[in-house]
């Protein structure tokens, strides 16, 4: 009931492109799903969340949809950028996070 | 405004040799929890600390680890006696409050066991 499963597990597409990171969760007391952006070297970077009441939110070129009775969310990244090349990092939880296992994302110019 | 410190960056310890974490939170923090990730893998919670309290231990081995917040200084986290398994990256967050899950991570630190 704790498990996040996050797919896929990496991801390589052209600049200008727009990658798909899914996350499905278990547990329904989970209230709070951020993605995390982490580069090597680095510590994760917290990108955008959500909460379960709403289906969609949008912050810049990231948007999470939200599936609350499917119990899957998403990470689309519009016009994605060479840049934006990383690991992504689902996450779901209320005090502590469950991480997904994560995506390399691979952006080419 | 400085972020979560973490400290040091990269640790070597000999196995059967203690390894000392440090995590100081972001100013005005009194929040810190402790994750691990090991390699190609996603962060496992290991450890919820208030300030002098341990809020939440379940994700904490049984035996060789301990962690601390005390009234004063960083927090610490202690790996007694390490194996080779306990090589990877561990990375501290902080939080202003209790329930406030929007936290930010230091840069970890990178413990190899040899």
């Known amino acids: 009931q704790q498990q996040v499963k996050q797919s896929p597990q990496s991801l390589i597409v052209q600049k200008g492109g727009i990658p798909i990171i899914n996350c499905a969760y278990e547990n329904t007391a989970f209230d709070y799903f951020p993605w995390y952006q982490q580069f090597p070297g680095k510590g994760p970077a917290l990108l955008i969340a959500i909460r379960p009441d709403v289906s969609e939110k949008k912050e810049g070129r990231f948007t999470i949809s939200f599936n609350k009775s499917a119990k899957q969310f998403s990470l689309h990244i519009m016009d994605s950028q060479p840049g934006d090349s990383a690991t992504y990092f689902c996450?779901?939880?209320?005090?502590?996070?469950?991480f997904g296992k994560g995506t390399k994302l691979t952006v080419n110019p | 405004n400085a972020g979560v410190m973490q400290n040091p960056r990269h640790l070597v310890r000999r196995r059967g040799q203690e390894a000392r974490l440090r995590c100081s939170p972001m100013k005005g923090h009194s929040h810190v929890y402790w994750y691990r990730q090991l390699p190609e893998e996603g962060l496992k919670f290991m450890v919820y600390?208030?300030?002098?309290?341990?809020?939440?231990e379940s994700g904490m081995p049984k035996e060789r680890f301990s962690a601390e917040f005390p009234k004063e200084g960083p927090s610490i986290l202690r790996i007694q006696q390490v194996v080779r398994g306990d090589s990877a990256a561990y990375f501290c967050?902080?939080?202003?409050?209790?329930?406030?899950?929007?936290?930010?991570f230091g840069s970890g630190t990178r413990l190899t066991v040899v």
């Open positions: 600390l208030q300030k002098e309290n341990i809020i939440d």
């Open positions: 967050a902080s939080s202003p409050r209790a329930g406030y899950v929007g936290y930010t």
């Open positions: 996450a779901a939880g209320s005090e502590k996070l469950v």
